[in-house]
């Protein structure tokens, strides 16, 4: 049985560009959530899918967006970056949508100069 | 508006001893509980959970108490070993209300000094 693994681990990026990163969730989970987690600050929820469709989503702007893949695979889009998106993206799976228990992957460095 | 609060930012602890982490939360709606624990430069790791219906779980060394009079809860850690110095989060979801995402406070760092 794997984890929930994240990709990449580390990633810079210029302002104004676009980032995708990406989340595999753990075998049998069927519900992914994605949080931001800026320096010094817990982690704050994006978003969860949940059978490929937008489940919830938090106080983030448009620019922010996700998929869910049929295999239950997630990405994490973020259009015309701003020096603020620079934080650690966490990505957690569960069986169902109610996070209980949710197992998180190691996250992505996102630093945007 | 922080709806989760973990007002220690650090805490030092002997081992051997018990360490207490503490948490409180605004939001009356918030019925599901957890604890995680984070090392650097890895996810968050699930410790701990209550249901708004219990005011103690335990498992192991580790119990969480919630006294939701208070909007309080904490967790405890008997006896404190070493491996345990990390940055502990305290999480709530309000799941009866439909809302499945987790709030987290800001994390508090243990350090448990041999």
């Known amino acids: 049985e794997t984890g929930v693994t994240q990709s990449p681990t580390h990633l810079i990026k210029t302002r104004g560009q676009q980032v995708t990163l990406r989340c595999s969730s753990q075998?049998?989970?069927?519900?992914v959530s994605w949080y931001q987690q800026a320096l010094g600050q817990g982690p704050q929820f994006i978003f969860q899918y949940y059978r490929e469709e937008e489940n919830g989503r938090g106080n983030f702007p448009p620019r922010f967006s996700g998929l869910q893949f049929p295999n239950y695979s997630s990405e994490l889009n973020v259009n015309a970056l701003e020096l603020d998106d620079s934080a650690l993206y966490l990505c957690a799976s569960s069986l169902v949508a109610r996070n209980t228990e949710a197992f998180f992957g190691q996250g992505t460095r996102l630093t945007v100069v | 508006d922080q709806q989760v609060k973990q007002n220690s930012p650090s805490l030092s602890v002997q081992e051997g001893r018990i360490s207490i982490l503490n948490c409180d939360y605004t939001n009356s709606m918030f019925d599901y509980f957890l604890w995680y624990k984070k090392y650097p430069a890895e996810g968050p790791t699930f410790l701990i959970s209550?249901?708004?219906?219990?005011d103690k779980n335990e498992d192991g060394r580790f119990t969480v108490f919630l006294n939701k009079s208070a909007k309080h809860l904490s967790l405890h850690i008997v006896p404190s070993q070493p491996g345990d110095s990390a940055v502990y989060f305290c999480a709530a979801s309000a799941i009866g209300a439909g809302s499945y995402q987790l709030t987290f406070g800001k994390g508090t760092k243990l350090s448990v000094i041999p």
């Open positions: 075998s049998g989970h069927n519900t």
């Open positions: 209550i249901s708004s219906i219990k």
